[in-house]
């Protein structure tokens, strides 16, 4: 288990939602719509990664919470992916900063054992060789997926 930002994560989820939010900044950079980006592991170390875009963020989202919630329970199966022990979601959204709403990189992410999955944002700002973000912030626990 390794500290991130005060929480106790495996090594492996670390990797994966760092690599997560690393292809999520590099769309946002670019100047692309993200729309809600899943990506799951096993214990194998397989990585499956699905992209939701065709509706609303909202409607999106869940979808996403839907295919990681499939994939535990085997109520859906992906190729060469084995039973899922982390998982990671980004989609952009806001963040109250106090001086109104600031555009951000909004990560959920969780492993399989009994505690909380954890959510954490990023503040983003510009395109191509203006854009930056900050370091990630912690923006709560959620309900487990797995």
Known sequence: MCLRGGLMISPELDELSCNLIGEALDVLAAGDLLGVVASVLDGQGNRVTCAFEDDGEDVCLEAAHKWVKDLA?????????????????????????GDGFADALMCEFGDKDPRPDYSAFLLVQGTGESFSWSDPAPAGELPSLL
């Open 73 to 97: 329970t085997g109520a859906r199966t992906e190729p060469q992916l084995g039973a899922p022990m982390g998982y990671a979601i980004c989609y952009s959204g806001a963040v109250d900063t």
